[in-house]
């Protein structure tokens, strides 16, 4: 007898990946990692976005780019890139650059990992945390944070396991590929920059 559907991809199924999905813990935490990383940027890139829409949160930084295979539904005011990661080649980096629950669906992410670096000032990578590998697509469950070490071959200036109520839980991890994995701010300018940019949240 076929296994009955897991009742989020019913729900992801009846009201769309974003709608049913925006309301999470996790995305209120990633806000304030871009709010602290990239509140000076100038440019910011999202790599295999998957129409969501937590990039028109970030408004305070002037070029926003949106990068995957196919995305539907083209946003106003972003520069969209319908390509394959392997294949894409900026001509400078991004001042931030996310990646979000997206290594868990790649067949080599130690190189997908590798090319991420390639094009960021700073990057905030976002996996599922210690999931059971049953959930639809993901090849790679579970990840934790050695195994994402094993990808990105650095530790990172900061992460965080965010657990959703009575639910899963998500790591997000900031790598500072400027200054280095000892970088960290100071706790004053965090908070004033979640303070200063509060105005954006979701």
Not at 30 to 45: D, K, N, P, T
Not at 168 to 193: N, Q, V
Request: glycine share 4%; aromatic share 12%; hydrophobic share 40%.
């Amino acid at each position: 007898m076929e296994e009955a559907q897991d009742l989020g991809v019913q729900r992801q199924k009846k009201l769309g990946y974003w709608e049913a999905r925006r309301h999470m813990m996790y995305y209120k935490s990633l806000f304030q990692f871009v709010c602290v990383a990239g509140e000076e940027a100038e440019s910011i890139i999202d790599v295999g976005s998957a129409s969501t829409q937590y990039m028109s949160w970030f408004k305070w930084i002037p070029s926003r780019t949106l990068l995957d295979f196919k995305i539907n539904n083209k946003p106003e005011g972003f520069e969209v890139v319908e390509t394959d990661f392997f294949e894409f080649a900026p001509q400078k980096k991004y001042d931030v650059v996310l990646c979000c629950q997206v290594l868990e669906h790649v067949e080599d992410p130690e190189q997908f990992c590798t090319k991420l670096k390639e094009i960021s000032k700073r990057l905030i990578i976002t996996v599922p945390y210690k999931w059971l590998g049953n959930a639809p697509g993901h090849i790679h469950d579970p990840v934790d944070e050695a195994k994402l070490y094993s990808w990105m071959k650095i530790r990172p200036n900061s992460q965080q396991i965010v657990p959703e109520p009575f639910r899963e839980s998500r790591l997000i991890a900031y790598y500072d590929l400027e200054a280095g994995p000892s970088a960290r701010f100071e706790k004053d300018r965090i908070f004033a920059a979640i303070a200063n940019l509060a105005e954006h949240a979701p």
